[in-house]
């Protein structure tokens, strides 16, 4: 059993990332990606950690890329070589919008009554600070009852406070990552368009601007959807991935490795085909 989709607290995770490692020994992990938003802090932090705990450490990351006019994730796999100095270069100055976003995001909050800072902000994260953060410190600031809360009435697409972040557009971040050496994929698909029609359309126009793979395995994936990912994917000609979007306390229904309630197995022969692809 592998897991290709994990975060640590160097994003929006819970657990560090020697913690993550510690994790994908105890259940079980042959293979683990590391995933986290914009940054490898967590994947460089756990190198060192994953021989001696016998797990295989895979280098990814998941992108915030721009699609017709909506934000859309991108994961980036590194499976034969690590990503160039150049490629790394690029995702810092991703880091650098994310800063920006927050601090207007800030403001925004300030200007509706919610007074907390960039400090009580960033003490709850890593090296990237995201909605997430702001979410548990508005919680504590009571001036939200729960990060469901926090998100409805400011932090998320649709509510008051909400900054649209400087994105690459999908088919850049797409050249990017083939250019270094890695495999550009679709996470979570589900959450790319409203209809089975409309996806396999956008799905296939990514495709033709260079996406490799799409997660067929997720804890948002029901046994249909996975067949249905599946059969797109083969007759896309794009490789299938898996992992369950692991972030620990911060998402405590999904457990690593095996999703919600036990709805996710990856197997290995994800991995092989994978590096195949």
């Known amino acids: 059993m592998i897991d290709l989709h994990t975060h640590t607290d160097q994003s929006d995770g819970t657990l560090s990332p020697r913690e993550l490692v510690e ?23 756990a190198v060192e950690h994953a021989a001696p705990a016998s797990i295989e450490l895979i280098c990814g990351v998941e992108l915030s890329t721009k699609y ?14 690590e990503p160039t100095r150049e490629f790394r270069k690029w995702v810092s100055t991703l880091e ?30 890593g090296k990237i600070v995201g909605r997430p953060h702001f979410a548990a410190a508005i919680v504590e600031k009571g001036y939200a009852s ?17 900054v649209v972040r400087d994105e690459p557009a999908l088919e850049v971040a797409n050249a990017r990552i083939l250019a ?76 690593l490795g095996t999703g919600i309630d036990g709805n996710l197995h990856v197997p290995n022969s994800v991995l092989d085909k994978l590096r195949s692809a």
């Not at 495999?183 to 409203?194: C, E, F, K, N, S």
Request: glycine share 10%; charged share 25%.
């Open 23 to 45: 994790e994908a020994a105890r259940v079980g992990l042959d293979a683990l990606a590391i995933t986290d938003h914009d940054t490898f802090a967590g994947y460089d932090q």
């Open 68 to 81: 017709r006019g909506r934000s859309v994730h991108l994961l980036a796999y590194f499976l034969k070589q």
């Open 96 to 125: 650098g919008s994310r800063n920006r976003r927050n601090l207007e995001l800030l403001e925004k909050l300030r200007e509706r009554g919610v007074d907390i800072s960039i400090e009580e902000v960033s003490r709850r994260a």
């Open 146 to 162: 729960s990060v469901q809360d926090a998100f409805d009435q400011y932090l998320d697409e649709s509510a008051a406070c909400f």
């Open 180 to 255: 270094s050496g890695g495999l550009p994929v679709l996470p979570h698909p589900g959450r790319v368009a409203a209809t089975p029609s409309v996806l396999e359309e956008e799905v296939t126009q990514m495709r033709d601007t260079g996406l490799r793979g799409i997660e067929v395995y997720h804890s948002d994936h029901s046994p249909s959807d996975r067949a249905f990912y599946a059969e797109l994917a083969g007759r896309l000609g794009l490789a299938a991935t898996g992992g369950s979007d692991f972030h620990g306390a911060a998402k405590p229904r999904i457990a």
